[in-house]
């Protein structure tokens, strides 16, 4: 296994990403030391992971810095690293910093140049890196996660979903971004579906992984609010196992 794995978690709103990285996190943190980033400002992954609060974001960084940089006095770089390490949350099992979404005019460009600073900075300190990037492009076109080391694409079947799926991989050939890549099927629901994501791997140049059926008890847990580590035995945390042997082999070994 290398040193230190930084996994990129990526795809389309509502193809079950979070739920996936959420368990891929679970899953390696017994592994050795991991550091989950929830880099949507969304901040869906602290609730799946079954945190119950989080004090500081990435977003608030943002904030202070907005309204006081003007008496911040000296090397700001100092200023930034100091903070940084209050954000992150130093949970049991795992690590978690989390991008939030800042108040106020502006878009995300300094907050994503900031992530990607504290990825490069902090990451030599873990043995893995989970990211559950925002829906769609944007942390690719930005090069956010640009020293990731793998790239897993969750989907469905549907048109949009593939073809985030197809443009993500254009995207990460266009920036250089020399990242392993591969897609998850989820929300399957028959093995024609499941032929029809691993055929469009094979023809976009992806590693299968495997695929996730629709599964009604995944369902009834996120409705309930529940986090994935209150998941019951079902098809889903079966079939789970086996893409997980499947990610290991591709990815860690």
């Not at 443009?167 to 392993?180: K, T, V, Y």
Request: hydrophobic share 40%; net charge negative.
């Amino acid at each position: 296994m290398r040193s230190i794995a930084v996994i990129a978690v990526t795809g389309k709103g509502g193809t079950g990403k979070t739920i996936f990285a959420s368990m891929l996190i679970l899953h390696l943190c017994r592994k050795g030391s991991l550091l989950a980033v929830d880099a949507d400002p969304d901040s869906n992954l602290p609730e799946a992971l079954g945190v119950e609060e989080v004090e500081k974001t990435l977003g608030d960084v943002k904030e202070v810095f907005q309204h006081t940089r003007d008496e911040i006095r000296g090397d700001k770089s100092i200023w930034f690293e100091a903070k940084v390490f209050e954000v992150i949350n130093e949970l049991e099992d795992f690590d978690l910093l989390v991008m939030g979404r800042p108040e106020g005019e502006g878009c995300y460009c300094y907050t994503n140049n900031l992530l990607r600073g504290i990825l490069r900075k902090f990451m030599k300190h873990y043995d893995f890196v989970v990211v559950d990037c925002e829906a769609g492009l944007e942390h690719f076109s930005r090069k956010t996660i640009d020293k990731a080391d793998c790239v897993v694409v969750v989907s469905d079947t549907s048109k949009k979903g593939l073809k985030t799926a197809e443009r993500i991989s254009e995207l990460m050939e266009n920036l250089g971004i020399n990242a392993r890549k591969a897609i998850v099927g989820n929300k399957i629901t028959d093995a024609k579906a499941e032929e029809m994501i691993e055929n469009f791997a094979s023809r976009a140049g992806f590693e299968f992984l495997g695929a996730l059926p629709y599964d009604n008890m995944v369902v009834e847990n996120e409705m309930a609010g529940k986090s994935v580590r209150d998941l019951p035995e079902c098809e889903f945390k079966r079939n789970f196992k086996e893409v997980l042997k499947k990610f290991e082999s591709w990815c860690l070994s």
